[in-house]
C-alpha cells in the first residue's frame, strides 16, 4: 500500500498561485489512479481533481481552466498547480492513491492552502 506525503500548501492572496506536491512512496507509483480532494469545517471532502494512469484527467467545473493536476511516475509524486485562487478555494488538500484493480484507496495527511488578502 502506498504512502502519500502532501506539501506546497500556505498563505496566498487572491489571483495568486500555488503548487501541490504529492509524494509517494512503498509501491509502484505508475500504477495509481491519483486525485486531489479538499475539504473545509463541516462539509464533505470533495474531489477537486483526478489524473489516470495514462495521464487521463477529470477537473470539478469550479477548478476547471484554473488548476492543472499532472503526475511524474519516475519521481513517484502528484501535483497541482493552482492558479487564480480564489478566496473559496481555501481548504485542506488531500491526495488519494487507488491502485488499478484493488478498491482499497491511501490518503495523505493533508495539507491546507489559505487565500485571503
Known amino acids: 500500500q502506498v504512502q502519500l506525503v502532501e506539501s506546497g500548501g500556505g498563505l496566498v492572496q487572491p489571483g495568486g498561485s500555488l503548487r501541490l506536491s504529492c509524494a509517494a512512496s512503498?509501491?509502484?507509483?505508475?500504477?495509481?489512479?491519483m486525485a486531489w480532494y479538499r475539504q473545509t469545517p463541516g462539509t464533505e471532502r470533495e474531489l477537486v481533481a483526478s489524473i489516470g494512469t495514462k495521464d487521463n484527467t477529470y477537473y470539478a467545473d469550479s477548478v476547471k481552466g484554473r488548476f492543472t493536476i499532472s503526475r511524474d511516475n519516475a519521481k513517484s509524486t502528484m501535483y497541482l498547480q493552482m492558479n487564480t485562487l480564489k478566496p473559496e478555494d481555501t481548504a485542506v488538500y488531500y491526495c488519494?492513491?487507488?491502485?488499478?484493480?484493488?478498491?482499497?484507496?491511501?490518503w495523505g495527511q493533508g495539507t491546507q492552502v489559505t487565500v485571503s488578502s
Open positions: 488519494k492513491g487507488r491502485r488499478v484493480g484493488v478498491l482499497q484507496v491511501s
Open positions: 512503498g509501491d509502484t507509483f505508475s500504477y495509481y489512479v
